[in-house]
């Protein structure tokens, strides 16, 4: 797949073609680790972006959504129901906090995300303030990569910059991990409450704008906040969702219920692409009214797909058998004691763990390209990005596999020539 035909003929992500090198063939993926074109095994680092949380092709997802293949592999979703998406709608309300019991199926994240968007939009108008449109997001947020999804992201460090007013320009806070930045972001919600119809946060864990950590308590104030100006809360758990974190979703660990809740990424096992958006009561009884203007105006084509239902019923299955969410807990102490050498080696800023994710800071990649190349000349995949190398890997990865996935992070790093800094 080297002939650059080919790799014209697909216009990839997040990269500069021109200059990136070749991506990686794969040609399949079982258990923990993907086999490349050319027979070499990798153990997956990244769990496909988050996604793959009880390895790949666990046998009764694979049975679950064959089973469904043969059946009914999709039918659209205006004016039909089918069981797969009834009992994981039934599902998700049970297993989500307090009232957040309204699932609107999405396809991707961003799209879960610009449904959150409207939904809070949707809400203020039905409440007769329908100059309530603009949202509060914070630094180093990421959101999606859809127009409006991008608006909530970090602007200054956002990878969106290119489109200036093509973008909604939006609130952007400090998160109020103090008594000062709380002060700050009060200011701001004080000053532009009447136009502001949410607060976005990823709690515990911002993701792709720098995987950045923050505590229960700052979870906590961004409530407070909320309900001091009467704004509406919206969690992306699209990343920290099923388990990441250490909880089932990050939000229990603060003891927080945001108005509307975004999962993705893990929700079908890594298997389809799927994502929800799920309102709490207060939001969906704006819409339940006899008026047939005060209905939510979304509906994507494959909606509620259910071939993607069945994967993440089938996902949820696992999540109720094994101890998957104690074994990413668990996997906390693992990943700071593996990738703790890594402190000591020049370039490295900090080193952090939190659930089943392991980050090792730096000042600053200086080949992003060439330490992957080392990365998976050593057998594993990972994709670090700005100032990161980080692992998200499978929920139930063997403690063996911790230890190797750790020991090559740090023996790649550790190796003078691997350009880590400057
Ligand atoms: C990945 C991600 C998104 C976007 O999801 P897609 O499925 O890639 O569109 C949104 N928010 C967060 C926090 C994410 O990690």
Redesign the pocket.
């Known amino acids: 797949m080297n002939s650059s035909n080919s790799r014209q003929s697909i216009w990839r992500p997040y990269c500069q073609m021109k200059t990136a090198p070749s991506p990686l063939e794969i040609v399949s993926a079982d258990g923990f680790e993907l086999t490349t074109a050319d027979g070499r095994k990798l153990i997956d680092g990244m769990a496909s972006?988050?996604s793959v949380c009880h390895g790949y092709a666990h046998p009764h997802v694979v049975e679950s959504t064959l089973e469904q293949l043969s059946r009914l592999p999709h039918v659209m979703f205006g004016g039909i129901t089918h069981e797969p998406a009834e009992r994981l709608a039934a599902r998700l309300a049970a297993i989500l906090p307090a009232d957040l019991d309204h699932v609107f199926f999405a396809d991707?994240?961003?799209?879960?995300?610009e449904v959150a968007m409207k939904m809070a939009v949707g809400y203020w108008r039905r409440r007769g303030q329908p100059q309530r449109q603009r949202f509060l997001s914070f630094t180093h947020a990421?959101?999606?990569?859809?127009t409006g999804?991008m608006s909530l992201c970090d602007p200054d460090r956002s990878m969106h910059a290119d489109y200036g007013d093509a973008i909604l320009s939006q609130h952007h806070s400090v998160l109020p991990v103090d008594d000062a930045s709380e002060a700050a972001c009060h200011e701001l919600l004080a000053r532009h409450k009447e136009n502001i119809a949410a607060v976005f946060v990823?709690p515990l864990v911002?993701?792709?704008g720098g995987m950045r950590f923050h505590d229960a308590e700052t979870v906590t104030r961004i409530r407070r906040l909320c309900d001091e100006h009467d704004v509406l809360m919206i969690a992306?758990?699209?990343?920290?969702g099923f388990g990441r974190t250490g909880t089932m979703f990050a939000v229990e660990a603060c003891d927080v219920v945001p108005d509307i809740i975004?999962l993705?990424?893990a929700l079908t096992a890594g298997t389809m692409?799927m994502?929800v958006t799920v309102a709490n009561s207060r939001v969906f009884d704006a819409f339940w009214t006899d008026r047939t203007a005060d209905a939510l105006m979304h509906g994507p084509t494959f909606m509620a797909n259910p071939l993607a239902c069945a994967a993440a019923n089938a996902s949820l299955d696992l999540f109720d058998r094994e101890p998957r969410v104690e074994q990413a807990r668990r996997m906390e102490p693992k990943l700071q004691a593996g990738l703790a050498p890594a402190r000591e080696l020049p370039g490295v800023v900090d080193v952090r763990s939190r659930g089943a994710i392991g980050v090792i800071q730096v000042e600053s990649l200086a080949d992003v390209e060439d330490l992957r190349t080392r990365f998976v000349d050593a057998g594993l995949w990972l994709r670090p990005f700005g100032d990161c190398v980080y692992v998200t890997p499978p929920l139930n990865l063997p403690d063996d596999l911790i230890d190797r996935v750790c020991s090559t992070m740090v023996e790649v790093m550790s190796s003078r020539d691997a350009g880590i800094l400057i």
Do not use: N, P
């Not at 992306?236 to 920290?240: F, P, Y």
């Open positions: 972006w988050w991707s994240g961003s799209v879960a995300v990421y959101h999606g990569d859809t999804a990823e911002q993701g792709a992306d758990e699209i990343a920290t975004c993705g990424k692409t994502a």
